[in-house]
Nanobody
Framework: QVQLEESGGDSVQAGGSLRLSCVHS????????MAWFRQAPGKEREGVAS???????NYVDSVKGRFTISKDNDKNTLYLQMNDLKPEDTAVYYC?????????????????????WGQGTQVTVSS
């Protein structure tokens, strides 16, 4: 059973930074997608960032230039560095994993159905 555990959520002022971590059990997919999602109160969950098997990253437009997704395969850890945080970034952030999707190359779309999820970590940004 794949397990993912997020940490690093906190309450910060607008303009501040946080780094989220997601420690996961060994993933046995031949090609793995990992991603961060978030869900704000009263809103649908949205994909924030994903990282493809060979390291390419995808971001939702609202976080481009502010958030950076990365992974350390040796430590089985996924990260999300969040800079210049805004009140609209307030949400529960979830780590997710899945096998990658092959469409001529290995892709990790934010709209795809990831099938392994962590419990989430709360990020609150005050103005």
């Amino acid at each position: 059973q794949v397990q993912l555990e997020e940490s690093g959520g906190d309450s910060v002022q607008a303009g501040g930074s946080l780094r989220l971590s997601c420690v996961h059990s060994k993933l046995t997919y031949s090609k793995t997608c990992m991603a961060w999602f978030r869900q704000a109160p009263g809103k649908e969950r949205e994909g924030v960032a994903s990282i493809e098997p060979y390291g390419d990253a995808n971001y939702v437009d609202s976080v481009k230039g502010r958030f950076t997704i990365s992974k350390d395969n040796d430590k089985n850890t996924l990260y999300l560095q969040m800079n210049d945080l805004k009140p609209e970034d307030t949400a529960v952030y979830y780590c997710a994993a899945s096998a990658a999707w092959y469409r001529g190359t290995w892709l990790c779309p934010l709209q795809a159905p990831y099938n392994r999820w962590g419990q989430g970590t709360q990020v609150t940004v005050s103005s």
